[in-house]
Structure formats: structure tokens, C-alpha cells
């Protein structure tokens, strides 16, 4: 045999052998101890009762978004900007020259996505509840439904302290349903929930986890409710859309996230639905919300505060400032006044307390439970509407600063003499009354209308806040002391 066969047949003979290698490799008998398939049957068994339990869990889930969904829409918008243009923003450019642009202002179109939820039906007009961050600054509002037709929607109102708004759209079908709401001061820590609506344009889509906290407050974000926190992925788009809960009612409405990637990290956020159901009649009656204004800065303290203040161990809101001729100035209310009841209910915190001040009907006679001067004192106001320009007037805002104690630090930093008594002057208002008396922070107060004060107590206790009287302070800075002109109330 020639060479070149026995070659050949050499390769050959591999090739067989590595053949036959593969073959026996990717090859079993059912049942044999080398391979195992995926569709060989175990000696595992899921229990009878475990299925049904599993089962019956999927069939709540599947019952919840069934009911639930035809309620959810993906909102589509388009915004108006304005950005000042430069130079350089026109095409085409020339190669030896300048290019077009003038610098002038230009106007371009912003598209949205976010979601909402129908809350409500009057003849052919449907509601869409949804974030003022998705729709309250469209030009252009296209409302989807879960089985994707597509109406033209209308912006009713919006309001940016809840961060809500109310959309409509119009449609002769009878059949479209309208979400049930639910109780959102029922919701509990554990509480099973379902996030609905369009995350990245995925529209219609649930995702499912528990309540893992309530009552976080929304100040960081310029809010002024409370939230839910939950778990429930949420992601862009998800904005406006409904958090239900296991009986197919929304009890939130789905605004922010805490994450570090922008997307969903567990930490999502809605807006308690008992929050803003006043709001769907305030903007279905009026195209705006209307909140009840008392006429005070609150602020929270510490317990050092409190303490100087004589309310230590006591829970509610610092009244550190009041505006002259509000409805609280009109029912007696003072500055330094620290509430601890409205309307007989305990007032846990001052988030709370604005938010149940705002939620009050204009008109509305309530009673609040003071502590002034270590003693309870009972004030009856009469609500009013807040009017910005009004809330932004610092000229009204007495006494335009927060008093605080002389603690060991602040001595040491002012330089203070163990002698010299009474409260620092912080955070002084432009354009307040202690700004128009040459106040400035810093200065120790020491005595009001020639009384002398050596605590939080004495000084809102001397701290007159009648219409007609005039109030004074004797100050003390850089090792002088001098009185202030008189401000008349």
C-alpha cells in the first residue's frame, strides 16, 4: 500500500475513533447512571397541597391585574421648551465662516411617557389621575389604553406640591372601567402590592412585591404628602401609574424612586391615594387644589429645643414664626406656640400636620391644642385659602427669625461671656420685621420690651404678637448691648 493510502486510512481511523468518542459521549439509555434527561421523571414529587396553594396565589395575582389593568394607561406627551440657543445650534455650518445661529431663544417639542390610572366617569368624560411631573406642563396628551386604542386627552389641572394632575379624555364606550379606590390608612408594613403601568414604554406591565415602609416623608423632593415605599420594581415610565393592593384597589399612585443607576433598586415610592382624593374634586370643580392655610412656619425640633422650650418628651410642631393677620394670628395663635392636637387628634410630626392644615375646607372652624409656656392652651381658628404671594411675604412674617438656646458650642463660637443670657437670632427672612430692626444672625437677645429673657420659654413668653403693640429687643453683640427701634404690630 502506498503511502499516501496508509495515510489516508491513518486519518480515517481517527476520524472513526473521534466519531465514535462523540457519539457514545452525547448518548445514554434512559435510566442509566451516565446521563440524566430533562424529561426523566424523579423520585421528587411537589405535594398536592403545596400546588393548590401556589396555585391559588397565581390565580389572586392573575385576578388582581385582570380587574385592574383595563383602568391603567400609558400617557404620551409633548412639552414646549425654551432654551436660549448659541451659535453654534444651527446646521449647516460653513467651513470658512460663522455658522447661523444668532443666539436667539429657541423653542423645540420634549416627548414623555408615563403612566395614570382612570379614577373616575361623568357621562362620555373619563379621568386620568396621574403626576404633575408626567403631564402638567403637555401641549399635547395622548391617552392608550390597555388594548391599545388611543384617545386625545386634556389637562383638567395639575398641582406641583402633591405632584398630581387630572387628565380627560372622551369616549362613548360604556365598557371602559374605572379603578376602585382604596383606603391607604389601612396599608401596613408587609402588605402585599402590585405596581401597574408603561416602564420604558412597556405598557400594561405588573410587577408585584410588598409595602415595605409608610409615612416617608417627601420634603427632599419639594412634596408635600407622606409615601408608601415598596419594592415593587418601578422604573421610568411607571410615573403616575397605580400601587394596588391584593383586592384589586389602588391605594398609591407611583412618583419616585431611590436609586443609584436609575433604574429600579428596590426603593420605590408612591403617594398615599387618601392624599390626593380631595384633589380629583378640587380639580374637576375648580382646575386647581385648593389647601387651607392656618398661617405659621412650622419647624421640627430637637430635644435640646424642647426642652429650653419646656416641651420636653412632648410630640407635635414647632410654631417657630407667624404671619401677622392669618387666620392663626386671628384666633390668638403665637409664635413659639408648640401644637400638639387638631381637632382632638394627635399631631405626629409637622409633615403631617401641613399636609391635614392643607387637606382642612376653607371656612372651616378647627381647634388646635397648644402648649405655651409649659401650659396647654386651646386656640379656635377659621381657615382661609392659601394664596402664595401671600405665603411668600416675609414682610408679614413674625418675628422673621428662628430663636435658638445659647448652648456650650454656640458660647464657645460666639465668643459669649458667661454672664450674658438669652436666645441666638438664626435664619433671619429679607424683608422680614427683624430684618427692617437691623437684626442680624447671630446677636443675643436679651431682653424683650425691657424683660428680661434667659430661655426659648421666657423669650416666646414675652414675645407679643397683638395688633397695635409694639415690640423692642435689647440685643448683645461683639460686647455691646443696645436696643432695637420699636416695631409696630
Not at 412585591?209 to 419594592?231: K, L, P
Not at 372652624?365 to 392659601?386: L, N
Not at 414675652?462 to 404690630?489: M, R
Request: aromatic share 8%; net charge negative; glycine share 10%.
Amino acid at each position: 500500500m502506498k503511502s499516501w493510502a496508509k495515510k489516508l486510512l491513518g486519518a480515517l481511523g481517527v476520524a472513526a475513533l473521534s466519531f465514535a468518542f462523540v457519539s457514545f459521549s452525547c448518548s445514554a439509555k434512559e435510566n442509566s447512571a451516565v446521563t440524566v434527561f430533562a424529561d426523566t421523571r424523579t423520585g421528587t414529587t411537589v405535594s398536592a397541597d403545596g400546588i393548590a396553594a401556589a396555585e391559588a396565589l397565581q390565580a389572586s395575582f392573575r385576578s388582581v391585574s385582570a380587574a385592574v389593568l383595563p383602568a391603567v394607561v400609558e400617557l404620551d406627551v409633548v412639552e414646549k421648551k425654551t432654551i436660549q440657543s448659541t451659535p453654534f445650534d444651527d446646521f449647516p455650518f460653513f467651513f470658512f465662516g460663522m455658522p447661523r445661529g444668532n443666539g436667539e431663544p429657541r423653542e423645540y417639542e420634549q416627548q414623555g411617557l408615563g403612566s395614570g390610572v382612570i379614577v373616575r366617569k361623568e357621562g362620555k368624560t373619563y379621568y386620568v389621575l396621574t403626576n404633575n411631573h408626567v403631564a402638567g406642563e403637555a401641549t399635547e396628551i395622548s391617552v392608550k389604553l390597555n388594548d391599545e386604542r388611543t384617545f386625545t386627552g386634556k389637562l383638567i389641572g395639575k398641582d406641583e406640591r402633591k405632584d398630581i394632575a387630572l387628565v380627560s379624555f372622551e369616549s362613548s364606550d360604556n365598557s371602559i372601567p374605572v379603578a376602585r379606590l382604596g383606603d391607604s390608612d389601612n396599608v401596613q408594613t408587609g402588605d402585599i402590592c402590585f405596581s401597574m403601568g408603561a416602564p420604558l414604554g412597556y405598557y400594561s406591565t405588573v410587577t408585584q412585591g410588598i409595602v415595605s415602609a409608610t409615612g416617608r416623608s417627601g420634603m427632599a423632593i419639594g412634596n408635600v404628602s407622606d409615601f408608601i415605599q415598596t419594592d415593587a420594581a418601578i422604573n421610568p415610565g411607571n410615573s403616575g401609574g397605580p400601587l394596588v393592593n391584593i383586592y384589586g384597589e389602588v391605594i398609591g399612585i407611583n412618583t419616585w424612586i431611590a436609586s443609584q443607576s436609575g433604574g429600579s433598586q428596590g426603593i420605590g415610592f408612591a403617594i398615599p391615594i387618601n392624599n390626593v382624593k380631595k384633589a380629583i374634586d378640587d380639580f374637576i370643580e375648580n382646575g386647581e387644589v385648593t389647601y387651607g392655610w392656618l398661617g405659621v412656619s412650622l419647624v421640627e425640633i430637637k430635644d435640646e429645643y424642647k426642652k429650653e422650650l419646656g416641651v420636653e418628651g412632648k410630640i407635635g410642631a414647632f410654631a417657630s414664626q407667624i404671619f401677622l393677620d392669618s387666620p392663626a394670628a386671628k384666633g390668638g395663635m403665637q409664635a413659639g406656640d408648640y401644637i400638639v392636637k387638631l381637632n382632638g387628634e394627635a399631631v405626629k410630626n409637622t409633615d403631617q400636620l401641613v399636609r391635614d392644615v392643607g387637606d382642612l375646607t376653607v371656612g372651616e372652624k378647627v381647634e388646635f391644642e397648644c402648649i405655651r409656656g409649659g401650659k396647654p392652651v386651646s386656640v379656635t381658628v377659621k381657615i382661609e385659602a392659601r394664596n402664595d404671594d401671600t405665603v411668600s411675604d416675609n414682610s408679614q412674617l413674625w418675628p422673621g427669625f428662628i430663636a435658638y438656646p445659647i448652648t456650650d458650642d454656640i458660647r464657645k463660637e460666639l465668643e459669649l461671656d458667661k454672664k450674658v443670657e438669652g436666645v441666638v437670632v438664626t435664619n433671619i427672612m429679607p424683608k422680614s420685621p427683624a430684618a427692617a430692626m437691623r437684626l442680624q444672625n447671630g446677636d443675643v437677645i436679651t431682653a424683650v420690651n425691657d424683660k428680661k429673657v434667659r430661655s426659648l420659654e421666657e423669650f416666646y413668653g414675652a414675645l407679643e404678637s397683638k395688633t397695635g403693640s409694639a415690640v423692642w429687643f435689647d440685643v448683645y453683640s461683639q460686647g455691646h448691648t443696645i436696643s432695637t427701634s420699636k416695631y409696630k404690630l
